[in-house]
């Protein structure tokens, strides 16, 4: 039997997964209406849909991990073992691009300093951009995640949860090949695009200083809206960058992880950081774009609606 701790992370995760779902599974539904509607599509909402797709499929492992881990042993074999990784390392590091080139375009839009050159080019050519860089992105997401077809798994690997090999006595004492590959990939996959954000991030930040002391003598007579759609936006990075950083070193601890009954806790605790980021993340994206915003009160106004009825042709 699981021990309760265990129980409860999961229960939280399942919850997680499920909340994960209603949003990235909004957010597509709503981007890909409107493009079927207007018949074209912005920058932004080009990255969302490829954001909130990669999100589903991310959800998806999660649950597959918890499946594999502590309910079947579905990873028995090596093959399945390395298919599993190597889509789990795919979405996750596609994730964090597509993050990474939203962030970027936040950026580029709302900072109007003509006198950085290279930002200028970027402002003017970003639109066609865009199509690009999702592109790359996915090619460098295969780049760091396929080689884990290649990598042999470890008795680490298969043995870590006692599932892959029924009454296993093999515990790992030190760091194998495919171990250290496994971090190496990941580490790489996640560096990038991280500094990227950090350093949008940063831009923002010195922008919104900038502006705020040119308006100060305008403070006393009206709000500058530009100072709004900084904050706006440093606050939906700030706290991609924190839920990303949290779920990064959760799943860094997944990875270290070992069968011995004093990581119970910290497995349990790492499903629930890991499993939190891209459904919270989905959120705040709805909370922070004002069209998604509309659409969600739309909606839920709609399904009120619809009870309301329900409830009155049952009182009837």
């Excluded at 028995?76 to 789990?88: C, H, P």
């Excluded at 992105?137 to 870590?160: D, H, K």
């Excluded at 090999?165 to 194998?176: F, K, V």
């Excluded at 070193?249 to 499993?275: E, N, P, R, W, Y």
């Amino acid at each position: 039997m699981l021990p309760p701790v265990l129980i409860i992370s999961i229960s939280v995760v399942a919850i997680e997964v499920v909340a994960g779902f209603i949003g990235n599974g909004f957010i597509t539904a709503v981007n890909i209406i409107n493009w079927v509607k207007s018949k074209k599509i912005s920058s932004a909402n080009m990255i969302l849909i490829f954001l909130s797709t990669s999100r589903l499929i991310l959800q998806v492992t999660i649950l597959m991990y918890i499946h594999s881990l502590y309910f079947a042993g579905a990873f028995k074999l090596a093959s399945m073992y390395k298919a599993f990784g190597a889509v789990w390392m795919f979405v996750n590091h596609a994730s964090l691009w597509f993050s990474t080139w939203l962030c970027v375009l936040y950026c580029v839009k709302i900072i109007n300093d003509v006198t950085q050159w290279l930002l200028l080019q970027i402002k003017l050519r970003i639109a066609g951009m865009v199509p690009w860089l999702l592109l790359g992105s996915l090619v460098i997401s295969s780049v760091t995640s396929l080689p884990l077809l290649w990598i042999t798994p470890s008795t680490y690997l298969c043995s870590s949860t006692g599932n892959c090999i029924e009454n296993s006595t093999a515990r790992i004492t030190d760091w194998d090949s495919s171990y250290l590959y496994l971090l190496l990939l990941y580490f790489v996959g996640c560096f990038f695009p991280l500094v990227l954000s950090v350093v949008t991030s940063a831009l923002l930040i010195t922008s919104l200083r900038k502006h705020t002391k040119k308006m100060q003598c305008y403070v006393d007579t009206f709000r500058d809206p530009l100072i709004d759609v900084h904050l706006t936006a440093i606050k939906s990075i700030i706290s991609f960058l924190i839920l990303y950083v949290s779920s990064f070193v959760a799943q860094i601890l997944l990875i270290l992880s070992t069968s011995q009954s004093k990581d119970v806790v910290k497995v349990a605790v790492s499903l629930v950081v890991a499993g939190a980021y891209p459904s919270i993340h989905s959120i705040i994206l709805i909370i922070v774009n004002s069209k998604l915003k509309l659409a969600f009160r739309i909606l839920c106004q709609h399904f009120k609606c619809h009870l309301e009825n329900m409830t009155l042709s049952l009182t009837l």
